[in-house]
């Protein structure tokens, strides 16, 4: 990647949620990026014709040492976890949920929905606040006018609005709507590394062209950030951001930990605990937790940054 380009992650196809999985797209994590700041996850789905896919029904599984972040573009989903939460996650509205020590729930998309298309998004605790309590936020943020784009701040600062949602490390999220033929310049925090993964329309960042499902990745160092839309139809896409997370993480399957010891304990606890609570409302049993692979887990982390080792 050279100085001013972006690096382009690809994603790949991935069943969500057991026997009844519907497909979604994945582009963090992957082998040439595991975190863009905090965040560390990101599934980008639909549009999906519920009336040919059956849609979303992901029965309650278990979560440690994350936050999970929903947003929706279209359609509705039903939220219900071991906090007692029963919420409903629309398009515009961000359902953030902590599940530091432990927590399990279930999401279903609503028998109105017709058309299912969004993101799921995960952001890494940092160690100091990894086994925080449960906890569960909901924001609708106002829409910003900037330069030919409407943008919507979920989590962090831009463009003038800040969003009231907490999180344990500095982070950015916003869904941007770019006119046909914009160009959208924003005030950036230069310690931020930033991804934008692009829904719709084709978006030039940083002189790197994005297509839909694409990633671009931009390192910290920016104090302002350029897209263009250059397509002729509206663009839209996700905005991620935050300082690099430096500490290495151990993922597997819906779990967030520092040791191989830590997710195969929270694994036992999900098969045979209360670690992790009991959602109520959902017509069905609880997902199973898949084997766990003979050889131990490995931590995962970035490739080192040449601005960052030579500090």
Known sequence: MGEHEAEVLTARDV???????????RTLPQRAR????????????????VADSGGMDV???????????SWLFSGEIEHRDSLGSHALVRPGEINLMTGGHGISHSEVST???????????????PDAHRHA??????????????????????????AGDTSPVATFTPLLGAELLIDPGATVTLDVDPAFEHGVLVDEGGILLAGTALG?????????????LTLTNDSADRARLILLGGPPFEEE???????????????????????????????????????????????????RHNPRHPRRDSR
């Not at 969500?16 to 797209?25: C, D, E, H, N, S």
């Open 111 to 125: 028998p109105d929905t017709t058309v299912l298309h969004g993101v799921q998004l995960w952001v890494a605790l």
């Open 34 to 49: 595991t975190l863009i700041g905090a965040w560390c996850f990101a599934d980008h789905y639909g549009p999906d014709r």
């Open 15 to 25: 069943p969500l949620g057991g026997p009844r999985a519907m497909t979604v797209r």
């Open 59 to 69: 029965a309650p599984h278990p979560h440690t040492g994350l936050q999970t972040v």
């Open 249 to 299: 993480i151990v993922m597997w399957w819906n779990f967030i930990a520092r040791t191989d010891a830590e997710i195969r304990q929270a694994r036992e606890d999900w098969a045979t605990g209360d670690r992790f609570g009991e959602v109520t409302g959902y017509p069905g049993a609880r997902l199973p937790a898949p084997e766990l692979p003979t050889v131990p887990l490995k931590a």
């Open 133 to 158: 309590p449960r906890a569960f936020q909901h924001h609708a943020p106002r829409p910003v006018r900037v330069d030919g784009a409407d943008i919507r701040v979920f989590l962090g600062t831009l």
């Open 212 to 224: 839909r499902a694409e990633l671009g990745y931009l390192p910290e160092g920016r104090t302002t």
